[in-house]
């Protein structure tokens, strides 16, 4: 599916924050194109933002470019864990963007599709985005090699990294594991040398998984495994009365210099 007219500042892992209703392939973000002569309001003036539900079909996986290259910064539990979201580069605020989600089950997109198509103010709402839309789109099938590592060794996009040593900080950790792909959410457990990281599709976990221990790296000797995409379980449609802001004031950026080096 693909979820368009989002505001600038909405990043991958903020819509995801309220998509939890099944594992997901792949997803990337990528700016709307508009006419020079028309403003934001005036080339959507006319567009209907309140989407029928309706069954779509071939609505998941096809390979993903995007680069999310920004970071930021957000401290939130007793063990001062930190969590980095990797939102688009070149985004600015005043843009609209569009992020394409391609689940793992087609049935899954559908049940996606319905409820935001069902619920479309709530999550404009949620998402600082009233112009928000949704729409079915004709994708590819899931690569025949990756179908095999999902179904034989339960590959997600989620990745889990154990022994990391104690002198490496957050921002190398990023950088390394950024060679196999572009991440969505990274969890760094500093006082337990873990790390959680979300890529933005399966085939980069893979990469990860696969390659890691062969890398000319600190972290070749940490143990590698896949973990739960959280995006697996499902969950009710938003509700503004009781969801959480998406938007952050804690949220800071790391640096400035590590976003462009990555």
Not at 59 to 64: D, L, M
Not at 99 to 104: G, H, L, P, Q, R
């Amino acid at each position: 599916i693909k979820i368009e007219n989002l505001i600038g500042s909405v990043t991958i892992k903020d819509l995801l924050d309220i998509l939890q209703f099944g594992p997901i392939e792949h997803c990337k973000s990528e700016i709307i194109k508009l006419p020079k002569d028309k403003s934001i309001l005036q080339s959507k003036a006319e567009d209907n933002i309140t989407a029928e539900p309706k069954e779509s079909q071939d609505t998941t996986n096809n390979k993903i470019t995007g680069k999310e290259n920004d970071i930021t910064n957000n401290d939130n539990d007793d063990d001062n864990d930190d969590t980095a979201s990797i939102s688009s580069e070149g985004i600015h605020e005043n843009d609209l963007i569009s992020i394409t989600v391609a689940f793992i089950s087609s049935k899954t997109a559908s049940k996606c599709f319905a409820a935001i198509g069902s619920n479309i103010e709530n999550y404009a709402r949620v998402l600082d985005s009233p112009l928000l839309s949704v729409k079915p789109i004709k994708s590819s099938p899931i690569l025949p090699i990756i179908q095999q590592s999902i179904e034989n060794d339960g590959a997600t996009r989620a990745v889990c990294v154990s022994n990391i040593p104690a002198e490496m900080s957050q921002e190398e950790v990023i950088m390394v594991f950024h060679q196999f792909g572009n991440i969505e959410t990274f969890n760094f457990h500093s006082k337990k040398g873990m790390a959680l990281i979300y890529f933005t599709s399966i085939s980069s976990a893979i990469k990860a998984v696969e390659q890691l221990q062969i890398l000319d790296s600190p972290l070749s000797n940490c143990k590698v495994f896949y973990s739960t995409d959280r995006n697996q379980n499902s969950s009710n449609p938003p509700n503004t009365s009781s969801q959480k802001r998406l938007f952050s004031n804690n949220d800071i950026s790391i640096s400035d210099g590590l976003s462009n080096s990555i």
